[in-house]
């Protein structure tokens, strides 16, 4: 049996992300009758961990406060996302995830957390098939978030710099992340183009990254 896809939406708040989600899920679906997908998010709801972190992302603290506990909650929350969705991989059904261990690779490595700890942290978890990371201009992202969220702002929202920070994070993994967690599913998405447009690029990646796939299996 083909096995599914681990297919992530990465890039920092306000980039977009969800609404190319919701568009791709729509498109991947309805390419064949045979695609069944299941979307997620990280953190969730599947242990106590996940709910916890929500809550702090939903605070308004300093974003550097509580690095290592936030490091954390994200491991155990995802050992048990990887319990559900794992087994669901093996039996071809496709995984759309809202997130995933390049968040803390990014925001966690802004809050002065080694890169080689996260990776010893996320070690025994699922590579990532294919990754998306949109990446939008720290204007473009302020003008979105007071829009969506007025003045209050989250956790992560509060510092310019920080984001900023998050940003050039998330645009070296592609570097970074092969040799230290054999994770080379990263594709950069121009988020500052119209949403059809950002819509088109994933796309146009993911049909890539299929007929690869395509070719590997049927050379096996």
Same mark, same amino acid.
Request: proline fraction near 3%; charged fraction near 25%.
């Given at each position: 049996?083909?096995?599914?896809?681990? =297919?992530?939406?990465?890039?920092?708040?306000?980039?977009?992300?969800?609404?190319? +989600? @919701? /568009?791709?899920?729509?498109? &991947?679906?309805?390419?064949?009758?045979?695609?069944?997908?299941?979307?997620?998010?990280?953190?969730?709801?599947?242990?106590?961990?996940?709910?916890?972190?929500?809550?702090?992302?939903?605070?308004?603290?300093?974003?550097?406060?509580?690095?290592?506990?936030?490091?954390?909650?994200? =491991?155990?929350?995802?050992?048990?996302?990887?319990?559900?969705?794992?087994?669901? +991989? @093996? /039996?071809?059904?496709?995984? &759309?995830?809202?997130?995933?261990?390049?968040?803390?690779?990014?925001?966690?490595?802004?809050?002065?957390?080694?890169?080689?700890?996260?990776?010893?942290?996320?070690?025994?978890?699922?590579?990532?098939?294919?990754?998306f990371i949109i990446d939008v201009s720290l204007d473009e992202v302020s003008n979105r978030l007071f829009n969506r969220d007025g003045r209050d702002r989250r956790k992560f929202d509060t510092d310019l710099?920080?984001?900023?920070?998050?940003?050039?994070?998330?645009?070296?993994?592609?570097?970074?992340?092969?040799?230290?967690?054999?994770?080379?599913?990263?594709?950069?998405?121009?988020?500052?183009?119209?949403?059809?447009?950002?819509?088109?690029?994933?796309?146009?990646?993911?049909?890539?990254?299929?007929?690869?796939?395509?070719?590997?299996?049927?050379?096996?």
């Open positions: 049996m083909k096995q599914g896809a681990l =297919i992530v939406f990465e890039g920092i708040n306000g980039c977009g992300k969800e609404t190319q +989600l @919701e /568009k791709f899920t729509q498109r &991947l679906y309805g390419l064949t009758k045979t695609n069944t997908i299941l979307r997620t998010r990280e953190p969730n709801d599947f242990d106590s961990s996940g709910r916890k972190m929500r809550e702090m992302l939903f605070s308004n603290a300093d974003p550097y406060s509580y690095n290592l506990t936030m490091l954390k909650y994200s =491991i155990q929350n995802r050992k048990a996302h990887n319990e559900i969705f794992v087994p669901m +991989l @093996e /039996k071809g059904i496709h995984v &759309l995830s809202d997130r995933y261990w390049h968040s803390n690779f990014a925001f966690q490595h802004s809050q002065k957390i080694p890169y080689e700890k996260i990776a010893r942290q996320n070690k025994n978890f699922r590579v990532p098939d294919l990754t710099d920080f984001l900023e920070s998050v940003r050039k994070n998330y645009l070296e993994l592609s570097s970074v992340l092969p040799d230290l967690i054999g994770d080379k599913s990263i594709v950069v998405i121009n988020g500052n183009q119209s949403i059809d447009s950002v819509s088109d690029e994933i796309n146009h990646a993911y049909a890539l990254f299929s007929n690869h796939t395509n070719t590997y299996l049927q050379e096996r």
